[in-house]
């Protein structure tokens, strides 16, 4: 009788333990299948979003190339830096200190952004409140570089880049468009220059427009905000893997379009 029962028993433990060994090779086998699917997906460049994310320091002049680009490709030029000063003038209407984390969490909760077009010029909306032409002003720049190191602040966002490049082909520009916002992107631009040349440029862009600077202050924030965006927690400002590199320093602007849209072109097999 007791061998018996040891017989049937030993013979249960047999077939758990065989079928317990199966169904990882069997989850193992999935999982490798998985993963190849997954290259093969990535290497044919296929299933890639029809849409160019441009990333790169401040005063690189990625806006000023996007736009024209957007133009040449009649693709909607996405701005998502006016999007974050769009925030920071939200929290700077109510009054609140930017630097307090849990507040500016709290007021994310009252607003309702959109963005809209006209005549190819980005327009932000807060609720029904058109505050495109307040979003360039110094203190909204220095309160948006504080807020956008913020996670509540950075998923809000994101999500609303990505219904808008759901939509339509984008050419979009910022700090993690490629890394994070447009994985998927068919193009992903890291356009770069040195911080004094960036400087020049902006130097040369206020002059232009009566509105006097001092060089060596310009250079100074440009540094202090490269340092800022390179070191924040979440989404530093980094090129993705697969991002096409452009020192745009020695560049003209025509030059820096006319490459961009051959590496597209190529990409699009056109
Ligand atoms: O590009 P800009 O100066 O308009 O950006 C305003 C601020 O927003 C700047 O501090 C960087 C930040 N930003 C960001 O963190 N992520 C983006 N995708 C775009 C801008």
């Not at 133009?71 to 920071?88: K, N, P, S």
């Not at 490629?178 to 193009?187: I, S």
């Not at 206020?206 to 600077?213: D, F, N, P, T």
């Not at 320093?249 to 699009?268: C, F, G, N, P, R």
Request: contains cysteine.
């Amino acid at each position: 009788m007791w061998c018996e029962v040891l017989y049937v028993g030993g013979f249960l433990v047999a077939l758990i333990y065989y079928n317990f060994v199966w169904d990882i090779l069997v989850f193992g086998v999935r999982m490798v299948e998985k993963t190849e699917d997954t290259d093969t997906v990535m290497d044919k460049g296929t299933e890639k979003m029809d849409a160019i994310a441009i990333d790169g320091p401040a005063g690189a002049g990625k806006s000023t190339i996007a736009k024209d680009l957007a133009r040449c490709l009649e693709m909607t030029y996405v701005d998502t830096g006016a999007m974050y000063r769009a925030i920071a003038v939200w929290v700077g209407d109510n009054d609140a200190d930017p630097a307090d984390e849990a507040e500016v969490e709290r007021l994310l909760e009252g607003i309702t952004m959109s963005v809209g077009h006209e005549e190819g010029v980005q327009r932000v909306y807060l609720g029904d409140r058109d505050v495109t032409d307040r979003l360039r002003a110094e203190e909204t720049g220095r309160i948006a570089s504080v807020v956008s190191k913020y996670g509540a602040v950075r998923r809000k966002l994101v999500e609303l880049q990505q219904q808008i490049a759901a939509k339509e082909p984008v050419i979009m520009d910022g700090r993690d468009i490629g890394t994070k916002v447009l994985p998927d992107a068919v193009l992903k631009v890291f356009m770069t220059a040195s911080p004094d040349i960036r400087a020049k440029r902006r130097f040369d862009e206020l002059m232009e427009k009566g509105i006097e600077c001092d060089y060596d202050d310009i250079l100074e924030d440009i540094k202090k905000r490269d340092h800022a965006d390179e070191t924040r927690t979440i989404s530093p400002l980094k090129p993705a893997d697969d991002a096409v590199i452009l020192d745009t320093s020695d560049m003209t602007q025509d030059e820096v379009v006319e490459k961009i849209e051959k590496l597209y072109d190529e990409l699009k097999g056109r």
